[in-house]
């Protein structure tokens, strides 16, 4: 009977990162964060868990919640 390690494969190995992406990346999260857009998402998902909307109905009711909170 041979015995074979439960977790042969080595973890992933991440890429160095580039000071140009760290840069949009930042400047990206603070866009979201100043927009409000995030917020928005997290209050849309509550109100589509909550009101038990259908997953069919998801994309259509996420986008009219948008167009509410302009």
């Not at 015995?3 to 991440?14: A, D, R």
């Not at 400047?27 to 849309?44: D, H, K, M, T, W």
């Not at 998902?45 to 009219?64: L, M, P, Q, R």
Request: charged share 35%; net charge positive; glycine share 6%.
């Amino acid at each position: 009977m041979s015995e074979e390690p439960e977790n042969s494969q080595s973890p992933p190995k991440q890429k160095p990162t580039n000071p140009k992406t760290e840069k949009i990346k930042k400047e990206y999260y603070a866009y979201l964060e100043r927009s409000g857009i995030s917020i928005g998402f997290q209050i849309i998902f509550n109100e589509i868990v909550g009101k038990g909307i259908k997953e069919s109905e998801v994309f259509d009711y996420t986008a009219k919640r948008l167009r509410d909170f302009k």
